[in-house]
């Protein structure tokens, strides 16, 4: 499974909206700068983010981007569940119909383990635990926002 760059950088969006919960909003182009993310492209990954219900929007002056939830409601999975479409390794693990050889393949097993077992660790990590990962990284530069 590779991710995309999409996913990677919505993640990383996603992330700096953590780190400045309770702030107020902050403008795209700041996390771009924060991030070295262009502007452009992260103003086409806020759109499902905001369309799913994870990020809020507010226009004016004092307007940007928040997240909808506390960071400890929002985890990995729903990110990449957003961002890359169902996080699934083999096409025949989420539709069996397409392959006739699916009740007597070993392998299709371990890809629906496997894929269960990432969705899992996906869904246990929460953008508070990446927040706590970023401050022990960054020290205290991580408290006042990337």
């Known amino acids: 499974?590779?991710?995309s760059t999409r996913t990677r950088y919505g993640v990383r969006l996603m992330l700096a909206l953590a780190v400045n919960y309770g702030k107020g909003p902050i403008f795209l182009k700041d996390i771009a700068r924060w991030e070295e993310i262009s502007e452009k492209y992260l103003s086409l990954i806020i759109?499902?983010?905001?369309?799913?219900?994870?990020?809020?929007?507010?226009?004016?002056?004092?307007?940007?981007?928040?997240?909808?939830?506390?960071?400890?409601?929002i985890n990995l999975k729903d990110i990449l569940d957003i961002l890359e479409g169902e996080t699934c390794l083999v096409d025949c693990v989420r539709d069996p119909s397409l392959?006739?050889?699916?009740?007597?393949?070993?392998?299709?097993?371990?890809?629906?383990?496997?894929?269960?077992?990432?969705s899992e660790v996906l869904g246990s990590i929460s953008l508070l635990d990446l927040v706590r990962m970023n401050?022990?990284?960054?020290?205290?530069?991580?408290?006042?926002?990337?």
Not at 47 to 69: D, E, F, K, M, Q
Not at 99 to 118: A, D, Y
Not at 135 to 146: P, V
């Open 1 to 3: 499974m590779k991710l």
């Open 47 to 73: 759109i499902p983010l905001r369309t799913a219900g994870l990020v809020n929007s507010t226009r004016g002056a004092y307007g940007g981007y928040h997240l909808a939830r506390d960071p400890s409601q």
């Open 99 to 118: 392959c006739s050889r699916v009740p007597t393949c070993v392998t299709r097993e371990i890809w629906c383990l496997l894929g269960g077992r990432i």
């Open 135 to 146: 401050k022990d990284k960054l020290g205290n530069e991580a408290a006042s926002g990337i």
